[in-house]
């Protein structure tokens, strides 16, 4: 089992910058690919960006390719979402997600609760 905890959402001003961050607990953090999700209302979740084990590996949605970067700490086993030059479309609440990586939601087991960032124009 693996528990995992968001922060760093809130209310931000279109191109300003938030750290979202994912603290995890229970079997080892570095055993599993870690992806990032966002669902907006009325829209389905969709994938964000996905780094590998050792974070060597990272991969991004092209909505958000160049503007967000995704990054981990296994030692303080926590996964990291930092997003600069907001848009009002980034708006949704973003979940982490712990399992074999990827672009795919199926490919992971394990999920955060979720926060919320909302991004005003």
């Known amino acids: 089992q693996v528990q995992l905890v968001e922060s760093g959402g809130g209310l931000v001003q279109a191109g300003g910058s938030l750290r979202l961050s994912c603290a995890a607990s229970?079997?080892?953090?570095?055993?599993?690919?870690m992806g990032w999700f966002r669902q907006a209302p009325g829209k389905d979740r969709e994938f964000v960006a996905t780094?590998?084990?050792?974070?060597?590996?990272?991969y991004s949605a092209d909505s958000v390719r160049g503007r967000f970067t995704i990054s981990r700490d296994n030692a303080k086993s926590t996964l990291y979402l930092q997003m600069n030059s907001l848009k009002p479309e980034d708006t949704a609440v973003y979940y982490c997600?712990?399992?074999?990586?990827?672009?795919?939601?199926?490919?992971?087991?394990?999920w955060g609760q979720g926060t919320q960032v909302t991004v005003s124009s």
């Open positions: 997600a712990a399992g074999l990586g990827g672009v795919r939601s199926q490919a992971y087991t394990y």
């Open positions: 780094i590998g084990r050792s974070g060597g590996t990272t």
């Open positions: 229970g079997r080892t953090f570095s055993s599993y690919g």
